[in-house]
C-alpha cells in the first residue's frame, strides 16, 4: 500500500506522541492497548497516546481511477489533504482489511427495499455501538448537553470534507434545519424529530466545526434520533444552497439555465421532496438533463458515493474523502465498489439470495424463506443465521375509509376487539414462523419497557373465535344472505382487501389471518402487491387494512414521536388513519378530526419526550401511551417472530448482530465500512 504522512497541522497536534509503529488493534485482538473512552473506536490523539504511536496513513491503491469515475470531482488531492485532521480511528472487528472488490446488493426499486443497503453506507453526527445502548461519536466528534436537555451541541472534525472535496463543518448542518427540514417548499410538513415539544428549534453556529440546538422544551431523546435514524442531519450548502432562494438571489436565474422552473425543482432533482435518502438521482429522475447539471448526485459524507442509477439499478464508488482510518492507518472504506441491483419479484430475489449472488441481505427476508436457504447456504457460499426482530407482523383497519360504513364498522373497537381475538397466535407461530416466535399484542414499544405492565402484550391477543362471534353479532354484523359470511350492519357486502407487500409481511400469514377471519364470517381476498402499490395505496386512504412489521424500541420513540401522532408512522412504514394525520399536518382544515382519546396520546408522547427517562412521570407517561394504544386495538399484534441475517462467506469482519430490525437503523451498529471480501 502507499503510504502518506499525516499533515503538518496534524503531525503539530501530535507532537508528543512517540514516532513508532502503530499496532494494528482489532476488537478479536486489542494487542495491549487499553479501550478508548468509546467501544471499537478511538480519536486519532487518543489512539495515538494509548499506543504510543504515530499513526502512518494510506490509501487504497485504486482511489484514483475511482474519483475519476464521480462526474464532477476534481482531480483528487494526496491523502493528507483528503482526511480530516482529526479522523475517526476503527479498530475492525477480526482482522485489517483488504482492499477491493465489488459488493453486490439486492433491493426491490429505487425507493423499495433500499433501507438495508443505504443502511451500509451510512452516516450520521452519532450511531449506537453494537450493543444497541451505546451511542458513539461518528461524523461528529463529540457532543454535550446542558443541564435540563434544551441545548444540544456538537463537535465536528476539523478538516472534514464532502466526496467533492469541499469544506463540511456547522454551516451544512444549519442549512439542513433551516433550509430544507423547515421549508415547506422541500418538505410540506416538518417532520416529528426537528420539532421539540411541536415547536421548532434553533440551530446556530458557534464556529466552522461546533454547531448547537436549541429546544424550547426538553427533548433528551434528540441525540438518540441521531444515532438510529436514515435522515441524515446535514447537507452540502456549497451545493444545494447555490439552488435555495435564500442563500443564492440568483438560484432561479441558476436553475433555469439548467432546464428547470427555479431553484426548488433542482434541489428536488437532488434532495426529493422528504428526509428520505434513496430518492431518485438526477440520473434516473431527469436522464435528459442530467449531462448539463453540475453533478450526477448530491454530495456525501457516506462511505460510496453513487455514479450510475437507472430503472435497472445502482453502481457506486468509495468515497475518496471518507473519514475513518482503520488502527493501521488504512482509509476506509476496504470494499471498491457497490453494485445495486433492483428485482420487484419475491420469487426471482429469493432465487437469486439461493444461488449466492448477494453479500448481505435482511430486509424483506421472512422467516418462511429460511428452509430453502438453509439448505443451499454451504453449496453455494453464503451464511444465514437467524435473530430476534423488535418489531412484528402487524394489522391495521383503516378508521378512516371513504366508505362510510366501513368506517363505521372499522372505528368501532368491539370489532377491533374480535378481529385481534379471532387470530389463531398459536397457529401463526408453528407455521409461518416454526414455532421460534412469542404470540405478543402490539404495545408501541419494543423491546418492552420496565413500565409496561404485563397485561397489555396479551390484551385481546388470546384466540377466542366465540368472543369474535359474539362481539360482532353485538355491532349488528351478522349473515343475512346465508353465504356464511358477515354483512355490514346496513345490510352491505363486506370483502375484506387484504393487499400485503412481502417486503413489510409474509404472505403466508396473511392467510392464516384471512382464514381465521373468514372463520368468524369476515370474507376477505389476499393478494400480494409490491411495495410502492402498496405504499401508494396506504398514502391515498385505498387499504381496508393495513399490514407491515411495525414498533419501535423506547429510544427512537423519545426522539421521534411520529408512531403516536396520526397516521402514526411515515411513508416507508406502516400507517392507519391517513384523514386523522390529514387533520393534523392541516390543524384542522382539513381531514377527519381524531377521537379525543388519540389527541390526548399526541400531548401525552410530547411530554414523554421531554420527562428524565426512568423517572415516576417518564414511567406513568409511558404506561399511558400504551393503554391508549393497545387499549383501543389502534394496531393488532401477531407474534414476535425471528429474521434471517443473510451474507455471502467471502464477507470479512461481519458480526453477530444482536437483532434483525430497523430500529437501530439495520447494519449501521456493526460498522460495515470495515468490512471487507475475501474470495
Same mark, same amino acid.
Given at each position: 500500500m502507499k503510504r502518506i504522512l499525516l499533515s503538518s497541522a496534524a503531525l503539530t497536534v501530535l507532537a508528543g506522541a512517540a514516532f513508532a509503529s502503530c499496532p494494528a488493534v482489532t476488537v478479536a485482538d486489542p494487542m495491549g492497548v487499553a479501550p478508548g473512552a468509546f467501544p471499537q473506536q478511538f480519536e486519532l490523539a487518543e489512539f495515538q497516546g494509548l499506543a504510543n504511536c504515530t499513526l502512518t496513513m494510506a490509501e487504497n491503491p485504486d482511489i484514483a481511477a475511482m474519483n475519476a469515475r464521480i462526474r464532477g470531482n476534481p482531480e483528487m488531492p494526496a491523502l493528507a489533504d483528503r482526511l480530516p485532521?482529526?479522523?475517526?480511528?476503527?479498530?475492525?472487528?477480526?482482522?485489517?482489511?483488504?482492499?477491493?472488490?465489488?459488493?453486490?446488493?439486492?433491493?426491490?426499486?429505487?425507493?423499495?427495499?433500499?433501507?438495508? *443497503?443505504m443502511s451500509v453506507? &451510512?452516516?450520521?453526527?452519532?450511531?449506537?455501538? !453494537?450493543? =444497541?445502548?451505546?451511542?458513539?461519536?461518528?461524523?461528529?466528534k463529540s457532543w454535550s448537553w446542558n443541564e435540563d436537555y434544551t441545548q444540544l451541541t456538537f463537535v465536528l472534525r476539523a478538516g472534514h470534507k464532502w466526496s467533492d472535496g469541499q469544506p463540511f463543518g456547522a454551516q451544512d448542518v444549519k442549512f439542513w434545519y433551516d433550509n430544507l427540514s423547515l421549508d415547506p417548499n422541500v418538505i410540506e410538513t416538518p417532520k416529528?424529530?426537528?420539532?421539540?415539544?411541536?415547536?421548532?428549534?434553533?440551530?446556530?453556529?458557534?464556529?466552522?466545526?461546533t454547531v448547537r440546538f436549541t429546544m424550547t422544551s426538553p427533548k433528551p431523546g434528540l441525540l438518540d434520533h441521531f444515532a438510529s435514524h436514515y435522515a441524515q442531519?446535514?447537507?452540502?450548502?456549497? *451545493?444545494?444552497?447555490?439552488? &435555495?432562494?435564500?442563500?443564492?438571489?440568483?438560484? !432561479?436565474? =441558476?436553475?433555469?439555465?439548467?432546464?428547470?422552473?427555479?431553484?426548488?425543482?433542482?434541489?428536488?432533482?437532488?434532495?426529493?421532496?422528504?428526509?428520505?435518502m434513496d430518492t431518485p438521482t438526477p440520473m434516473l429522475a431527469h436522464p435528459d438533463k442530467v449531462a448539463n447539471m453540475p453533478l450526477d448526485?448530491?454530495?456525501?459524507?457516506?462511505?460510496?458515493?453513487?455514479?450510475?442509477?437507472?430503472?435497472?439499478?445502482?453502481?457506486?464508488?468509495?468515497?475518496?474523502?471518507?473519514?475513518?482510518?482503520d488502527t493501521a492507518g488504512n482509509q476506509l472504506p476496504y470494499i471498491n465498489e457497490m453494485d445495486e441491483i433492483f428485482v420487484g419479484e419475491s420469487e426471482v430475489r429469493l432465487l437469486k439470495l439461493v444461488n449466492g449472488e448477494v453479500d448481505y441481505k435482511a430486509q424483506a427476508l421472512q422467516i418462511d424463506y429460511v428452509p430453502l436457504l438453509m439448505e443451499n447456504q454451504e453449496k453455494n457460499g453464503f451464511v444465514v443465521d437467524l435473530k430476534p426482530d423488535i418489531t412484528m407482523p402487524t394489522f391495521a383497519f383503516n378508521v378512516t375509509s371513504d366508505d362510510l360504513e366501513k368506517r363505521k364498522v372499522f372505528g368501532d373497537l368491539k370489532f377491533r376487539q374480535a378481529m385481534s381475538v379471532a387470530m389463531n397466535r398459536a397457529e401463526i407461530n408453528e407455521v409461518a414462523m416454526f414455532g421460534l416466535g412469542e404470540p405478543v399484542q402490539y404495545i408501541g414499544f419494543s423491546p418492552t419497557p420496565d413500565f409496561v405492565t404485563p397485561e397489555w402484550e396479551q390484551h385481546f391477543a388470546q384466540f377466542d373465535p366465540d368472543m369474535a362471534k359474539t362481539l360482532l353479532d353485538e355491532i349488528g354484523m351478522v349473515d343475512t344472505d346465508g353465504d356464511g359470511m358477515r354483512e355490514l350492519p346496513n345490510g352491505d357486502k363486506l370483502v375484506l382487501n387484504l393487499q400485503v407487500a412481502t417486503q413489510g409481511?409474509?404472505?403466508?400469514?396473511?392467510?392464516?389471518?384471512?382464514?381465521?377471519?373468514?372463520?368468524?364470517g369476515i370474507d376477505n381476498t389476499v393478494k400480494e402487491v409490491t411495495s410502492d402499490e402498496y405504499r401508494s395505496a396506504q398514502s391515498s386512504n385505498q387499504l381496508d387494512v393495513t399490514m407491515w412489521e411495525k414498533s419501535v424500541p423506547l429510544s427512537v420513540v423519545l426522539g421521534n414521536a411520529e408512531s403516536f401522532i396520526p397516521p402514526f408512522d411515515n411513508y416507508f412504514n406502516m400507517r392507519t388513519a391517513m384523514l386523522w394525520g390529514e387533520w393534523v399536518d392541516s390543524n384542522g382544515a382539513s381531514g377527519v378530526e381524531p377521537p379525543a382519546y388519540v389527541k390526548q396520546m399526541m400531548e401525552d408522547v410530547i411530554a414523554?419526550?421531554?420527562?428524565?427517562?426512568?423517572?415516576?412521570?417518564?414511567d406513568a407517561l409511558g404506561l399511558k401511551l400504551v393503554e391508549a394504544m393497545t387499549?383501543?386495538?389502534?394496531?393488532?399484534?401477531?407474534?414476535?417472530e425471528k429474521k434471517p441475517i443473510y451474507r455471502s462467506a467471502a464477507l470479512q469482519n461481519f458480526t453477530e448482530f444482536k437483532t434483525a430490525s430497523y430500529a437501530y437503523y439495520r447494519t449501521y451498529p456493526y460498522r460495515p465500512s470495515q468490512w471487507f471480501l475475501q474470495e
Open positions: 485532521s482529526e479522523p475517526l480511528v476503527v479498530a475492525p472487528y477480526t482482522a485489517i482489511g483488504t482492499y477491493g472488490g465489488v459488493f453486490n446488493a439486492l433491493s426491490n426499486a429505487t425507493e423499495a427495499g433500499t433501507s438495508d *443497503f453506507r &451510512h452516516v450520521n453526527l452519532v450511531r449506537y455501538s !453494537d450493543d =444497541l445502548k451505546t451511542i458513539v461519536p461518528n461524523v461528529a416529528d424529530y426537528v420539532l421539540a415539544g411541536g415547536e421548532r428549534m434553533t440551530v446556530d453556529v458557534l464556529d466552522p466545526q442531519g446535514f447537507q452540502p450548502k456549497h *451545493f444545494l444552497g447555490q439552488f &435555495h432562494p435564500d442563500i443564492n438571489p440568483d438560484a !432561479d436565474t =441558476l436553475a433555469q439555465a439548467l432546464g428547470f422552473e427555479n431553484g426548488y425543482a433542482v434541489i428536488m432533482a437532488y434532495y426529493g421532496s422528504s428526509d428520505w448526485a448530491a454530495p456525501t459524507l457516506e462511505s460510496h458515493i453513487v455514479i450510475s442509477e437507472t430503472t435497472e439499478g445502482r453502481q457506486f464508488v468509495a468515497n475518496p474523502y471518507f473519514y475513518m482510518v409481511m409474509s404472505i403466508k400469514i396473511v392467510e392464516l389471518v384471512g382464514q381465521t377471519w373468514r372463520d368468524v414523554f419526550q421531554s420527562a428524565a427517562v426512568g423517572t415516576p412521570e417518564s387499549g383501543n386495538l389502534l394496531f393488532i399484534g401477531t407474534v414476535k
